[in-house]
């Protein structure tokens, strides 16, 4: 005989994990109570702090919540949604329906740890217990540890251990089975509005974003024919290489052991693209690494990960940043790359990197501005891979790129867009120029730019600094790493 549910009944609380199949938290809610409500609070604590009104992610968690509502609905149930401050939304709901615990899957930020410690001890305080799960990493926190007992730091040995650890049950499906589990939703009322909760509509399926667990399987069908490429691909803005899948693992609307499943499987068992899912496979692993990161170092959120750089006097220049926030640096990549961003909410990995490496190093300006910008606009952002990401453009963060090695623009420019196919998509001014002559446009012979149709500092701007110049510069401001606080330089 099966035995009694240890739950009458219990809430389950969705937040960065908008789908209902392979869920942690609901997987167990189902198993363990007699009846499962489910809900999702729009966030006012988050919301009411977003400065624009178009925002895409909330555009896509809007729509990813309806499809969530609707496959509940036609199990019985339904989505208790609330335009709220979850902290005091979860524990009154809890109160509501007078359910024992409420279930949820792990978050590794600090705001969201503090929330969650924060619904914890009301639900507490009222004989109701919070329970949560790992779901959106296939190792957390204390999983993976060095010899020392102490978190990796450095990538290279932390994946060997990710991979050296891996088994079957790392990645088997939280199946889950809504059957006869679900609430009643009958009186349920129906999710609010997009403009109900105070914001407008981004057009992102003529982006081609779609949100949902419809729109991840879409993108995640269509990666899958590629995968044998990605690890040639991946780096070429100009074509169709990576999976698009960001937003999707951001917002938990597929789950990350089915995709870790599928390149592991394919790495193993399917010779003709084992080479670009293993590549692959190592991007989902660093997600886990930062997540990680996080988790032990939050002070990584304000601070550089090595402290000695927080030493390091930026440039405090308005009119730089705006440039390079509006892509205007007169680097045609670097200027590419942010109108991608604006544009489109997404940015190609090599550009975030050349985008990030360019106001760090070129413009001098704090790494912390530049994190803050993408923050606002990446459709994907996701605190841990952002704040990572940035640091290691920067130099200052674990397992960084040395302080020296400064990419040059122009260089990544030929190497990864040689014919220019990116930047003549965003930069249309640029079009006409030849494929030698893209990259750099104040390079270019007079008449190159008068057959072109360009006028460097009408129909383009020139460069806003002089890379030599600033390389030279760079150095000199990195200087202070070396040397230990109020001491000489040791070399
Ligand atoms: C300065 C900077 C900022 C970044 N900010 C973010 C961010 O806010 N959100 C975000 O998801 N990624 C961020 N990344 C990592 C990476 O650029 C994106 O994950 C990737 O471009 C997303 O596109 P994709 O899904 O097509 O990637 P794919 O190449 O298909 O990779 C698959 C998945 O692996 C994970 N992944 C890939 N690269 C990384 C990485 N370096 N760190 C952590 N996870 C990774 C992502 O979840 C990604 O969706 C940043 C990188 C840099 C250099």
Same mark, same amino acid.
């Given at each position: ?13 969705f937040?960065?994990d ?22 999702f ?17 909330v ?5 990813s ?5 609707? /496959? ?6 339904? =989505?208790?949604?609330?335009?709220a ?15 024992? &615990? ?12 503090? !929330? ?6 009301a ?13 959106? &990493? ?10 020392q ?21 790392? /990645? ?30 981004t ?13 991840? !399987? ?8 590629r995968?044998?490429?990605y690890h ?30 599928f ?10 693209n ?9 991007? =989902? ?20 990960? !090595? ?27 670097v ?27 070129? =413009? ?37 790129q ?6 040059n ?14 930047? !003549?998509?965003?930069?249309p ?60 330089a040791?070399?």
């Amino acid at each position: 005989m099966p035995a009694a549910p240890e739950f009458d009944s219990v809430l389950v609380w969705f937040r960065r994990d908008l789908r209902a199949e392979d869920h942690a938290a609901l997987m167990q809610a189902t198993r363990r109570a007699r009846r499962v409500h489910c809900a999702f609070v729009f966030d006012r604590e988050i919301l009411d702090a977003l400065p624009d009104r178009r925002d895409r992610r909330v555009d896509f968690i809007h729509g990813s919540v309806l499809e969530l509502d609707a /496959l509940l609905r036609r199990a019985g149930g339904a =989505l208790q949604v609330r335009h709220a401050h979850a902290r005091e939304a979860i524990p009154a709901l809890a109160d509501e329906l007078g359910v024992q &615990a409420v279930f949820a899957n792990h978050d590794y930020e600090p705001a969201a740890r503090d !929330r969650d410690s924060a619904v914890g001890r009301a639900l507490a305080a009222a004989q109701r217990r919070l329970l949560t799960f790992k779901d959106q &990493a296939i190792f957390e926190r204390d999983e993976l540890l060095t010899g020392q007992g102490r978190p990796y730091s450095v990538f290279t040995p932390y994946r060997n251990s990710w991979l050296g650890r891996l088994d079957a049950s790392d /990645l088997a499906p939280h199946v889950v089975q809504l059957e006869g589990r679900l609430s009643d939703g009958a009186g349920v009322p129906a999710v609010p509005t997009l403009a109900g909760i105070g914001f407008e509509p981004t057009g992102l399926r003529e982006l081609g974003v779609v949100p949902g667990a419809s729109g991840a !399987r879409a993108a995640f069908e269509d990666f899958a024919k590629r995968i044998g490429r990605y690890h040639e691909a991946r780096d070429y803005p100009g074509v169709r290489g990576p999976s698009y899948l960001s937003v999707h693992l951001r917002f938990g609307t597929i789950s990350i052991r089915e995709l870790v499943r599928f390149a592991w499987q394919t790495r193993l068992a399917d010779a003709a693209n084992a080479a670009g899912a293993a590549s692959w496979l190592s991007e =989902l692993i660093w997600r886990d690494f930062y997540f990680q990161i996080l988790h032990h170092h939050p002070q990584v959120v304000d601070q550089a990960f !090595r402290p000695e750089y927080d030493r390091i006097r930026w440039v405090d220049d308005e009119a730089l940043y705006r440039a390079w926030c509006e892509g205007r640096t007169g680097y045609p990549l670097v200027d590419a790359a942010m109108l991608q961003l604006e544009r489109s909410g997404y940015m190609h990995n090599r550009l975030r990197m050349v985008a990030a490496s360019f106001l760090v190093k070129d =413009l001098g300006i704090d790494w912390r501005l530049g994190e803050r910008h993408f923050a606002r606009k990446l459709i994907d952002f996701d605190l841990s891979a952002n704040n990572g990401g940035w640091q290691w453009a920067a130099s200052s963060g674990c397992d960084a790129q040395p302080y020296f090695r400064i990419f040059n623009p122009v260089a990544q420019s030929r190497k990864f867009d040689p014919q220019g196919r990116f930047i !003549r998509r965003y930069l249309p001014a640029l079009a006409a120029l030849p494929d030698r002559d893209v990259h750099a446009p104040w390079a270019a012979a007079p008449e190159t730019l008068s057959k072109a149709g360009v006028t460097l500092g009408v129909d383009y701007p020139l460069p806003v600094v002089d890379h030599d110049a600033a390389r030279k510069a760079t150095l000199a401001r990195y200087a202070v790493v070396r040397r230990p606080p109020g001491g000489a330089a040791t070399t």
